[in-house]
């Protein structure tokens, strides 16, 4: 199939032309006809396989290059990383549109985002929290939204964004056409569709078991306390231009930098515990080739489109299988080669089995100085190294844990500051008004004071009455 088959409008045929796209991806041949007959849709589809351009492309081409007063889609995502990267992708299919995308996202200065969409704004792409700030703010309208698109809706309950979204959701018209795209479905995730989606036709793509092949993929047999000197030597080769090492939990990431800091390598990390301007600032230095080596794990990363990466290093295996192909997915991109190198000691020794399954092949061996022999599990002996894929899943499980209870405790410090806020309005209105104030509640106490001696009378009555009845 070809993009000219997919009847857009030649504006857009021409910018993906312009982009280098030559053919729809899976998703896309699937979701873009789907969209234009205007139908709703659940799209179950990672990062990487072409998602953004699969709604996006519909998106520009029912907005029919007409500009009107208030924003006519809107775009839900979790993080500002993603939502950046969304607006870019806009703007490159828009680029010879008339249509204004404008982007919203929290850890920035809200002057410029409303300015801009001030100025205009077809396709507004957001955030949760900060778009219901702004609603509350009364700055922004969603009256006129006709296309509403939730990415990555998993990510977001996952982040507890669940019930900002069903706010955002109550202040759309009913009559819409809404999309859904959700790598993986939790029941919640299924409840939700099923309250805003209408008739929704499903979409599932299924996740890449192959590897790109510009990859190279090494493997080198490992004990664990050996990883950080060989992976800093690797580090200091020559060909290593741009690297990203992924690790298994954020703490692990952090050890990293500070244990190659004390080795001479500069590094910044990437996970659910740095500020979206951590992050932010970290990737703006990364791919200005400020540091040479990120450090990440799978969740932060997700999503993330740097080019000429050269190098990416398994500094843990990861306990989702599909993972790896997403890790040594980021180098060699866009017709480049990469270079993959996974460190393995002998506790991951099952995740590896998983991983080869998966690929049908076995990652060639890459030998170092210190490299261990270590023989390659097999079928039977696959269940003896399950208690070490337990304990790897139950530590990111944990990771994930202390994300929820942070978020837990910033929501009850904002609930704290908002009281706070609350009194201060009160005592602000008592000094203004105090004595009307004191008036009325002495009246009302007063008022109170008689009602209830009147009922107490009129009881003791009652009881009088019916003890002479009685005798
Ligand atoms: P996404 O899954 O939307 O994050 O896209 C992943 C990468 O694939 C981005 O770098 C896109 O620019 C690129 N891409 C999307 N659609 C196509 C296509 N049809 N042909 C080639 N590259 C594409």
Redesign the pocket.
């Known amino acids: 199939m070809t993009f000219n088959e997919l009847n857009l409008s030649k504006r857009i045929v021409d910018a993906i032309t312009k ?1 280098g ?5 899976p998703i ?1 041949e699937q979701a873009i006809p789907l969209m234009m007959e205007g139908r709703d849709l659940i799209a179950c589809a990672q ?7 699969a709604f996006a492309l519909p998106v520009l081409n029912m907005l029919d290059n007409e500009s009107r007063p208030h924003p006519r889609a809107l775009v839900l995502t979790p993080t500002r990383e993603l939502a950046i990267q969304i607006l870019e992708n806009f703007k490159k299919y828009g680029r010879y549109m008339r249509l204004h995308t404008v982007c919203f996202y929290g850890g920035a200065k809200q002057g410029p985002q409303i300015g801009a969409y001030e100025r205009g704004c077809d396709v507004l792409v957001a955030t949760p929290g900060r778009l219901l700030d702004y609603m509350n703010q009364g700055i922004v309208s969603l009256r006129d939204i006709e296309i509403f698109i939730l990415d990555e809706a998993d990510r977001m309950l996952d982040m507890g964004f669940i019930h900002d979204i069903r706010k955002v959701v109550a202040e759309i018209p009913e009559e819409r056409q809404t999309v859904m795209f959700s790598a993986t479905m939790p029941k919640e995730i299924e409840a939700l569709a099923k309250d805003i989606l209408h008739d929704p036709e499903s979409i599932k793509i299924a996740p890449t078991t192959s590897p790109a092949e510009t990859v190279d993929q090494k493997i080198c047999f490992l004990e664990k306390d050996n990883k950080k000197i060989v992976l800093s030597d690797f580090l200091k080769q020559d060909n290593v231009k741009k690297s990203i090492i992924f690790t298994r939990t954020k703490h692990g990431a952090d050890h990293l930098v500070r244990d190659l800091g004390k080795l001479g390598i500069e590094s910044m990390a990437i996970h659910g515990n740095k500020t979206q301007g951590q992050r932010q600032n970290a990737l703006e230095r990364f791919r200005s080739g400020n540091i040479k080596v990120l450090i990440a794990t799978d969740v932060a990363s997700r ?1 993330i ?1 740097i080019p000429k990466i050269s190098h990416v290093f398994n500094y843990d295996l990861p306990v989702e299988t599909e993972s790896y192909i997403h890790r040594i997915g980021r180098a060699g991109r866009a017709g480049e080669t990469g270079e993959s190198i996974t460190l393995c000691s002998k506790d991951e020794m099952g995740l590896l089995y998983d991983i080869e399954k998966m690929m049908q092949k076995e990652i060639p061996e890459l030998e170092t100085e210190l490299s261990v022999s270590i023989e390659r599990v097999q079928r039977g002996e696959r269940r003896r190294f399950g208690r070490a894929v337990a304990a790897a899943k139950a530590s990111a499980k944990e990771d994930r844990f202390s994300f929820k209870k942070k978020e837990e405790k910033l929501r009850k410090l904002k609930n704290q500051k908002k009281a706070s806020q609350k009194k201060t309005g009160f005592e602000k209105f008592y000094k203004k008004n105090g004595d009307i104030f004191e008036e009325a509640t002495k009246a009302f106490e007063k008022k109170q004071k008689n009602h209830s001696g009147k009922k107490i009378k009129e009881e003791t009555g009652k009881k009088k009455e019916h003890k002479r009845r009685a005798s």
Request: glycine content about 18%; charged content about 25%.
């Open positions: 982009a796209y030559k053919e729809p991806s896309q990062t990487g396989t072409g998602k953004t351009a999503g489109d």
